[in-house]
């Protein structure tokens, strides 16, 4: 039982457009979420969060939103750089201390010149 | 900062022969740190949670006696796969967090385990 999905494998956006990662889940417990960039043969690195009481948070060139009562959430990227290129994974925590994450199979972004 | 350190990158072993892997926060005092497992082109899977001097906590599923994680000070864990067979390869990855809320966790780069 996938709780957390990423149902696009793979996006290629073109360097200096926004790049659009969706997530959806199924857990109504979830009540923080995460989103992390993976290079291969590297851990994840993370990017940005944001818990249940906010519907959006903006760190530079990333920003995610969450919509509660669909049980979605996206994280955008503006401008996209060729840098920007791996896999990005949502994950999400039934407590808000970011605890026990719960992975999405992840999404890899390919950013073209 | 926030640098989780994982140590080694790469082990090729022969079937039977126990496996550690080490875990170490760098720059911040690590209140829990996890274990995860990947295959190829799927998600983390969590394996377990590690509390500073308190047993780990195992997934269901998980084999205890297979996968000994001793969590002995507040920047070390270590991950250990004993009598490892060819089915315990993969990519193991550890991250841990600091005690203050909504901390993320910080994840270390990951092992490559192949048992021959």
């Known amino acids: 039982d996938q709780q957390v999905k990423q149902n696009s494998p793979s996006l290629s956006v073109q360097e200096g457009r926004i790049s659009i990662l969706n997530c959806d889940y199924t857990n109504s417990m979830f009540d923080y979420f995460l989103w992390y960039k993976k290079y291969p043969a590297e851990g994840p690195t993370f990017l940005i969060s944001?818990?249940?009481?906010?519907d959006k948070n903006e760190d530079g060139r990333f920003t995610v939103f969450l919509n509660k009562s669909a049980k979605h959430l996206s994280l955008h990227i503006v401008p996209s750089q060729p840098g920007d290129s791996a896999v990005y994974f949502c994950a999400a925590s039934p407590t808000g201390t970011a605890s026990k994450l719960t992975f999405g199979t992840g999404t890899r972004l390919q950013v073209t010149l | 900062g926030a640098v989780v350190s994982q140590h080694p990158s790469w082990v090729i072993c022969k079937s039977g022969t126990s496996v550690k892997i080490e875990c170490r926060s760098l720059?911040?005092?690590?209140?829990?740190m996890f274990w995860y497992r990947q295959f190829p082109k799927q998600s983390l899977m969590l394996m377990a949670t590690s509390n500073e001097g308190s047993k780990a906590t195992y997934e269901q599923g998980v084999e205890k006696d297979k996968f000994l994680i001793n969590h002995a000070s507040l920047t070390l864990s270590t991950l250990t796969v004993t009598s490892a067979h060819p089915e315990d390869s993969s990519f193991y990855i550890c991250?841990?967090?600091?005690?203050?809320?909504?901390?993320?966790?910080?994840f270390g780069d990951g092992t490559r385990l192949s048992i021959l």
């Open positions: 944001i818990s249940s009481i906010k």
């Open positions: 991250s841990a967090r600091g005690g203050a809320p909504n901390q993320p966790q910080h």
């Open positions: 720059d911040f005092q690590a209140t829990t």
